[in-house]
């Protein structure tokens, strides 16, 4: 177990690189089980997720390799449709090769994900979409089992723009006889990365960013070559932790169109950015002022800024109100920036934040991955040192985020924790 050491009050400058998303890459190295040879994903992100997604592939029976960051999946052999409970267990996306085992070989039997630290997190709309594509779902000994001996485009209502649901429905109608229409689909910029990169494999998918995607189906698709898009979820955690130490530094690579609403309400913060020709510039040369923000499914702020967000706004001039409006367990991250000094109230879905003038680092737990990005960013702008534990958590959403910040000037180390016996 891996804890980060961070010495905070080192104002963060210079430039950084942005990394593929993590959010596509998933889901585009699952969507590869569509075609019938070679896939090759660049500027794909070293974290643990991907090399989780790598085991899935595997023993399912791909050949995978990856070098730096490009990843080839090779989907000429035969292919299983067994997705076991060790490996879906370690990462909800897991659940992602549903829709293209479905479609590749009319039969999957996947491990249900169970719960996770921030949520109740179903798949009932999965489910039922697939349900209406065709497939006959069979639950037993915690998993699910869907067997089509064809599927059939459909009209389908999602009662919620799940990004899940949408992608598992957008990678199962490919195939479909016929055209398929989702209403209400999510519309995140991962979403439009799995369209292209479908598109590119020979599909026909129509619509992708807006609430309504229409495919129509084709007979096979082809294995291709593809570049993740830029993380908007690392680009806005390095942004705050260089506001939080009032810092100045560049976020090369990062979309500031895949952005606008986290930008906008920095920007109400009193914080300062523009783009820049390779990416966004971001500073902030004085303390900042509380903001009011509400998450919601893209375009609203995303909640996996959200904790990190909080973070920021914890030592700003005033209070903010904060709503989280996609999982209704969102705030675990608070008790621990408590721990630091912040003056934090939750009620439900909502939290208070009475900006405090300054933290004070502390042993702090991050008990999931946006909560332990949150608590570096609180630890870069507090006075002395804190220690982030759990830090494996972090790692499975930021390739080599020590080094990033220590590119910038932060005095972080990764620490390999010991266990001492307990009497
Ligand atoms: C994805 C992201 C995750 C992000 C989340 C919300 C990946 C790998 N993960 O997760 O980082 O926090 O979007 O932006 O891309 N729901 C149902 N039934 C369903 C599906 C979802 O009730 O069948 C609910 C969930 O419990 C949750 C909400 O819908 O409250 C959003 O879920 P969804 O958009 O599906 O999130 P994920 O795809 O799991």
Known sequence: MNYLTINGGKRLSGRVQISGA?????????????????????????????????????????????????????????????APYDLVRRMRASINVLGPLLARSGHARVAMPGGCNIGNRTIDMHEAGLTQLGVRFTFDHGYLEGIADRLVGKKLVLDFPSRGATENLMTAAVLAEGVTVIENAAREPDIVDLASFLNAMGAQVWGAGTSTIEITGVGRMSSTEYQVSADPIEAGTFALAVLATGGDAELAGAQPETMEIFLEKLALSGAEWAPTESGIRVKCERRPRAVDFATLPYPGFPTDLQPQMMAFLVSAEGTSIVTENVFENRFAHTQELVRMGADIRTEGHHAVIRGVPGLQGAPVKGSDLRAGAALVVAALGAEGTTEVHDFHHVERGYEDFAGKLRSLGADVELMVETTSLQV
């Open 22 to 82: 993590k959010n596509s890459a998933l889901k585009l190295m699952a969507a590869s089980l569509l075609g019938h040879g070679t896939t090759v994903l660049t500027n794909v992100p070293r974290i643990s997720d991907v090399f989780t997604m790598i085991e899935v592939l595997q023993r399912l029976g791909a050949g995978v390799s990856f070098e730096d960051n490009t990843l080839r999946i090779d989907t000429s052999g035969e292919i299983s449709t067994i």
